[in-house]
């Protein structure tokens, strides 16, 4: 496949300081980095392993950082990687000062925050604010302790209902099913008080009422933005704040209703309180750190309030990522989103993955309308090819895209996992997640040979398909029909090009049933996203194109599932 026919400008040189001096675009330094950043995700334990245990640590990530130089990204985020006993694969936190062992120590964090900074890259740390590990030692002490204990009042004890409390004290589900409540046994042997955790019963809810709460996690975030990190991904940020007296919901399958509408334990406006004190504290930092949220959100509107211009920085967008290929369903969530933005002066962010749901190079490989956790391998060469289309289009969007490890691989979900080796703690209860977000982890490939195709030096803790081999690093790098080269050169396009980057609108071209096309300055984006070639005229000189495309005088032929870049 001819990918380019026009060769992309070669990425500018990065800066070589630290998180106080911007990126350049050419000779120009520039601010407010975040608004057309692209920001790649690590998830630590399917990187890279540096030491041969299976699982990936931060030295592995240090060593790979060239790699991401090279890829064109701005920025790294790194999924958790704190002390935990990895009931949720380090999203329970019990200490959010250390390091877990199995990632490393604090010294190699900070020799990979030093050498992302020397290589012109910035580093964004997940922070989990919502709940902490039942082994964290406020909630170990509060449970020791017993009923009275200070302690308690920094998560949600309850008693329950029922003559002798053996109910849970409201009707709220766990987002990993069952209820999410979990009652405890007091000192004496009997038993007590029960405990909030809207995730797995090793994840206590912290009770954001309590100042000491508050208190702590102002100076996480200073400790954090001493080591010199440039922001934080914060985890569950819409759930920090319960409504008032923790009211029953009163419905079942709870699930069903997220997203739908604002749920007791879900954005409440009370977060808000929350994100305007931190960014008062991001402030203070030179070098532009920032908040992006993780709000899932009714609606984009409701979303846009998490990035108002004294709160985040940045939300992202989930409506985008749970969008169908389909054109006019994509035009409308662009304009949605745009729109949205444009009110709080923040930038729209665009995203097709991430570690909680189905790789999008399967979801579009099945019929449209299956949600974004899903258990077949469907099509495979038709959701690469859709996954190439869609990546180019969201990398031409105005604003700030998100790019999940492996992705530029044209990695597949591992659908066909053995039940034996599933690590996904919603994979082991009877109800709510599906439990299958085991398949987007598996560690990606380096090299085409050798344990774990490069991953490590010993196995993986997941194990990974044979034909990943032929999509490692090391075979796509310099094959020009390569989804790697592709990643490369659209963002060394998008790096240069005037019309790509940040803004806050698009200009819709006329386009036939299927094609989604629209204008920036100087530069044109062209989608088919239908299964068979679209007659259109030329816009412009071709830049860049997810498949191959012949281009000559007057109309040609777009085709199947395919973008195309033109500047004008």
């Given at each position: 496949?001819?990918?380019?026919?026009?060769?992309?400008?070669?990425?500018?040189?990065?800066?070589?300081?630290?998180?106080?001096?911007?990126?350049?675009?050419?000779?120009?330094?520039?601010?407010?980095?975040?608004?057309?950043?692209?920001?790649?995700?690590?998830?630590?334990?399917s990187?890279?392993?540096?030491?041969g245990?299976?699982?990936?640590?931060?030295?592995?990530?240090?060593?790979?950082?060239?790699?991401?130089?090279?890829?064109?990204?701005?920025?790294?985020?790194?999924s958790?990687?704190?002390?935990?006993?990895?009931?949720d694969?380090?999203?329970?936190?019990?200490?959010?000062?250390?390091?877990?062992?199995?990632?490393?120590?604090?010294?190699?964090?900070?020799?990979?925050?030093?050498?992302?900074?020397?290589?012109?890259?910035?580093?964004i740390?997940?922070?989990?604010?919502?709940?902490s590990?039942?082994?964290h030692?406020?909630?170990?002490?509060?449970?020791?302790?017993?009923?009275?204990?200070?302690?308690?009042?920094?998560?949600?004890?309850r008693?329950g209902?029922?003559a002798?409390?053996?109910?849970?004290p409201?009707?709220?589900?766990?987002?990993?099913?069952?209820?999410?409540?979990?009652?405890?046994?007091?000192?004496?042997?009997?038993?007590?008080?029960?405990y909030?955790?809207?995730?797995?019963p090793?994840?206590?809810?912290?009770?954001?009422?309590?100042?000491?709460?508050?208190?702590?996690?102002?100076?996480?975030?200073?400790?954090?933005?001493?080591?010199?990190?440039?922001?934080?991904?914060?985890?569950?940020?819409?759930?920090?704040?319960?409504?008032?007296?923790?009211?029953?919901?009163?419905?079942?399958?709870?699930?069903?209703?997220?997203?739908?509408?604002?749920?007791?334990?879900?954005d409440?406006?009370?977060v808000?309180?929350?994100?305007r004190?931190?960014?008062?504290?991001?402030?203070?930092?030179?070098g532009?750190?920032?908040g992006?949220?993780?709000?899932?959100?009714?609606?984009?509107?409701?979303?846009?309030?998490?990035?108002?211009?004294?709160?985040?920085?940045?939300a992202?967008?989930f409506?985008?990522?749970?969008?169908?290929?389909?054109?006019?369903?994509?035009?409308?969530?662009?304009?949605?989103?745009?729109?949205?933005?444009?009110?709080?002066?923040?930038?729209?962010?665009?995203?097709?993955?991430?570690h909680?749901v189905?790789r999008?190079?399967t979801?579009?490989?099945?019929?449209?309308?299956?949600?974004?956790?899903?258990?077949?391998?469907?099509?495979?060469e038709?959701g690469?090819?859709?996954?190439?289309?869609?990546?180019?289009?969201?990398?031409a969007?105005?604003?700030s895209?998100?790019?999940?490890?492996g992705e530029?691989l044209?990695?597949p979900?591992?659908?066909?996992l053995p039940?034996?080796?599933?690590?996904?703690?919603?994979?082991?209860?009877?109800?709510?997640q599906?439990?299958?977000?085991?398949?987007?982890r598996?560690?990606?490939?380096?090299?085409?040979?050798?344990?774990?195709y490069?991953?490590g030096?010993?196995?993986?803790?997941?194990?990974?398909?044979e034909?990943?081999?032929?999509l490692s690093?090391?075979?796509?790098?310099?094959?020009?029909?390569?989804?790697?080269?592709?990643?490369?050169?659209?963002?060394?396009?998008?790096?240069?090009?005037?019309?790509?980057?940040?803004?806050?609108?698009?200009s819709?071209?006329?386009?036939?049933?299927?094609?989604?096309a629209?204008?920036?300055?100087?530069?044109?984006?062209?989608?088919?996203t239908t299964g068979?070639?679209?007659?259109i005229?030329?816009?412009?000189?071709?830049?860049?194109?997810s498949?191959e495309?012949?281009v000559?005088?007057?109309?040609?032929?777009?085709?199947?599932?395919?973008?195309?870049?033109?500047t004008?």
């Amino acid at each position: 496949m001819t990918q380019h026919l026009a060769a992309p400008t070669a990425p500018t040189s990065a800066p070589t300081s630290g998180p106080t001096i911007g990126p350049t675009i050419g000779n120009r330094r520039r601010t407010g980095w975040w608004r057309d950043a692209v920001i790649y995700q690590v998830y630590p334990r399917s990187f890279a392993d540096s030491n041969g245990d299976g699982m990936g640590d931060l030295e592995g990530v240090r060593r790979r950082l060239p790699y991401l130089r090279d890829l064109g990204v701005d920025a790294v985020w790194l999924s958790p990687f704190y002390a935990s006993p990895q009931a949720d694969a380090g999203y329970d936190v019990a200490d959010y000062r250390a390091i877990d062992p199995m990632f490393g120590t604090l010294l190699d964090a900070d020799a990979l925050i030093r050498d992302a900074h020397e290589l012109g890259l910035r580093i964004i740390v997940d922070l989990v604010p919502n709940h902490s590990s039942d082994q964290h030692e406020w909630f170990k002490r509060a449970l020791k302790e017993g009923p009275g204990s200070a302690l308690r009042g920094r998560y949600h004890f309850r008693p329950g209902k029922g003559a002798d409390g053996e109910l849970p004290p409201n009707d709220w589900e766990s987002i990993f099913g069952g209820p999410a409540w979990t009652r405890t046994t007091d000192p004496d042997g009997t038993p007590g008080d029960w405990y909030l955790h809207l995730f797995a019963p090793e994840q206590p809810d912290f009770n954001w009422e309590n100042p000491a709460v508050a208190d702590e996690f102002r100076s996480i975030l200073r400790f954090w933005l001493d080591m010199g990190v440039d922001g934080f991904r914060i985890d569950v940020a819409h759930g920090l704040v319960k409504a008032e007296g923790l009211p029953d919901l009163g419905s079942h399958d709870q699930l069903k209703l997220l997203g739908n509408d604002v749920m007791p334990f879900f954005d409440q406006d009370g977060v808000h309180e929350i994100y305007r004190s931190w960014r008062q504290i991001l402030d203070e930092y030179p070098g532009e750190r920032i908040g992006v949220a993780e709000a899932w959100t009714p609606t984009v509107d409701r979303t846009a309030n998490y990035v108002r211009p004294d709160e985040l920085h940045q939300a992202f967008n989930f409506q985008y990522l749970g969008t169908d290929w389909d054109a006019a369903a994509l035009r409308e969530v662009v304009d949605v989103s745009l729109a949205a933005m444009r009110p709080v002066g923040a930038p729209a962010t665009w995203v097709l993955s991430n570690h909680d749901v189905t790789r999008h190079a399967t979801r579009f490989a099945n019929p449209a309308g299956l949600g974004t956790q899903l258990r077949t391998a469907g099509d495979r060469e038709l959701g690469l090819r859709r996954a190439r289309a869609a990546s180019l289009l969201m990398l031409a969007l105005p604003g700030s895209a998100y790019v999940y490890q492996g992705e530029e691989l044209g990695l597949p979900d591992v659908t066909d996992l053995p039940d034996e080796a599933r690590q996904d703690p919603s994979f082991f209860r009877a109800e709510g997640q599906d439990g299958f977000r085991d398949g987007c982890r598996v560690p990606i490939p380096w090299t085409a040979e050798g344990p774990s195709y490069g991953f490590g030096a010993g196995g993986s803790w997941l194990p990974q398909p044979e034909s990943w081999a032929g999509l490692s690093v090391e075979t796509q790098t310099g094959d020009p029909d390569s989804t790697l080269e592709l990643y490369r050169s659209a963002l060394a396009v998008r790096r240069e090009h005037p019309g790509l980057g940040a803004g806050t609108d698009v200009s819709w071209l006329d386009a036939p049933d299927g094609v989604v096309a629209f204008a920036r300055e100087g530069f044109v984006c062209t989608v088919n996203t239908t299964g068979a070639p679209v007659r259109i005229p030329a816009p412009g000189h071709l830049l860049l194109a997810s498949a191959e495309v012949t281009v000559g005088e007057g109309d040609f032929d777009l085709p199947a599932d395919t973008t195309v870049w033109w500047t004008v």
